[in-house]
């Protein structure tokens, strides 16, 4: 492995492993979709407390449900074409070999590379599977709601518990969609090093700008200011 796959390797790394904790760092205040999304799903969890009829509230989850399902497969999916083409390495190696726009390098060094997508993809699954998990404790706690006539501090404090399962859910497939970006990214290096690094830093890139200056993160950022004035921090 050359020098550059190796500072490529740990570009990728850096940029995989750490994005998310740098990221809750960074996000401490307002002005990311992440965090405003917590305040928005624990306004939605305290209204669904508040409510007699829960039903839209089941139909919300059983859409996010199904969505983090498809993801699940489809990652599914592409993690078996990619251990396919990884177990039959020696004629996946000498088709790559004759592209002119992919650099292989030694076979052992392609068949890291393709497990390394493997393996982003594989961590993306894991997020996908536990958001489905959580999604589903969240559908009980919705179901177990005590009635709306009771007093408001139980609706309240259950609907900060709800919120507290509902949160870590759905971050959990956020990290799943994210996994697809890095994914790429690793994939990237099947044409060379620089090409890696390059996806690796746009990957980044575009996460972090779609999280603070994308039309959703402006209309996240104004909902989120409502919903204080309506809700502000106790003194």
């Known amino acids: 492995m050359s020098p550059t796959d190796i500072a490529a390797l740990t ?21 990311v979709i992440n ?6 799903r624990r306004r939605w969890m305290a209204n669904m407390a508040g409510r007699e009829n829960r ?14 399902s498809f993801f699940a497969s489809a990652n599914l999916i592409v993690i078996a074409a990619a251990a396919g083409a990884l177990s039959r390495s020696d004629t996946t190696y000498q088709t790559v070999a004759r592209m002119a726009v992919t650099e292989t ?10 497990a ?12 996908f599977i536990w958001a489905i998990r959580q999604m589903n404790y969240t559908l009980a706690a919705i179901g177990a709601a005590p009635p709306a006539s009771s007093p408001p501090a139980v609706l309240k404090a259950y609907g900060d518990a709800a ?24 994939a990237a290096w099947m044409l060379g090093p620089w090409a890696m690094i390059a996806a690796v830093l746009m990957a980044v890139g575009l996460l972090y700008a779609r ?8 209309g996240l950022r104004q909902i989120r200011q409502i919903i204080d004035s309506l809700d502000p921090p106790a003194a």
């Open 11 to 31: 570009i990728f790394a850096i940029g995989w492993l750490l994005y998310q904790p740098t990221l809750k760092r960074l996000s401490r205040g307002s002005g």
């Open 35 to 40: 965090t405003d999304m917590t305040v928005v």
């Open 55 to 68: 039903f839209l509230d089941s139909q919300l989850m059983g859409h996010a449900l199904n969505s983090a």
């Open 105 to 114: 390098g030694p076979r052992w060094l392609f068949q890291a590379k393709l």
């Open 116 to 127: 390394l997508v493997i393996l982003a993809l594989a961590r993306g699954l894991l997020d």
């Open 163 to 186: 919120a507290s399962v509902l949160n870590p859910a759905l971050s959990s497939f956020n990290n799943g969609v994210r996994g697809y970006y890095f994914a790429l990214a690793a």
């Open 211 to 218: 999280q603070v200056g994308s039309s959703a993160a402006r």
